[in-house]
């Protein structure tokens, strides 16, 4: 079966330091795999996308990510966190048997400590 | 450009009523979803279009209802609502196949 693992609830780091949130996915073939922040009380927001080409994307406000395939894995990172990070971030992988859907993570919570 | 938006904002129901989530969007678009967030078990989708007059079922389909009348407006619809359909709802929407989908701010339904 086809699905996206983030094996962490939470996640706190304090602010300046590095951060990474993870991400597993499982599906067959070439994934394409999205990363969305959400802020409280609204809705999801694009980060960054990995489809093809460099193992390393670069995102919005600061975020990369880094496919490794041997791993399955997707994981966000930021050099530098701040207190505004502290959201609530989602894996996303394109559904292979669908490619008009997307299958979610449960999500892990950032919280960046002054 | 408004982008994605979803009326109402916040709704509260008794049981057995009926309710009708409207989202609208300005981006042209043909691809748009429902989707239900609960904590704990991320985003689930529940229904979705690929375009006007279109709709499929998605991961959680039971108990509701769409219409594509429009390109722009993708309604979702609780005939008789149930406490387990209290949850937050997103939009989204997305153009060509393989972009980013992009979300709309929510409606929080308490269903008592």
């Known amino acids: 079966a086809q699905s996206v693992a983030q094996p962490e609830d939470q996640v706190n780091v304090a602010e300046g330091n590095p951060l990474t949130v993870k991400c597993t996915y499982s599906?067959?073939?070439?994934?394409?795999l999205f990363w969305y922040v959400q802020y409280p009380n609204r809705g999801l927001q694009f980060l960054l996308k990995?489809?093809?080409?460099?193992?390393l994307v670069k995102g919005s406000y600061g975020f990369e990510a880094e496919f490794n395939k041997s791993q399955t894995s997707f994981h966000l990172k930021k050099p530098s966190a701040l207190v505004s990070d502290s959201a609530l971030y989602f894996c996303?992988?394109?559904?292979?048997?669908?490619?008009?859907?997307?299958?979610f993570g449960t999500g892990t919570r950032l919280q960046v400590f002054p | 450009n408004a982008g994605v938006t979803q009326t109402p904002k916040f709704r509260v129901l008794k049981t057995g009523q009926s309710m009708t989530l409207l989202c609208a969007q300005d981006?042209?678009?043909?691809?748009m979803y429902w989707y239900r967030q609960d904590p704990g078990m991320g985003l689930r989708l529940i229904h979705y279009?690929?375009?006007?007059?279109?709709?499929a079922k998605g991961e959680v389909p039971d108990g509701y209802n769409v219409s594509r009348l429009k390109k722009q407006n993708f309604l979702l619809g609780l005939e008789s609502a149930a406490p387990s359909q209290t949850s937050v709802y997103f939009c989204?929407?997305?153009?060509?196949?393989?972009?980013?989908?992009?979300f709309g701010p929510g409606t929080r339904l308490t269903v008592l």
């Open positions: 279009s690929v375009g006007e007059g279109t709709t």
């Open positions: 996303a992988v394109r559904d292979m048997w669908n490619t008009d859907k997307l299958i």
């Open positions: 599906v067959s073939g070439n994934p394409y």
């Open positions: 990995y489809i093809t080409g460099d193992n």
């Open positions: 981006m042209n678009h043909e691809y």
């Open positions: 989204a929407t997305k153009g060509l196949p393989y972009n980013e989908q992009f």
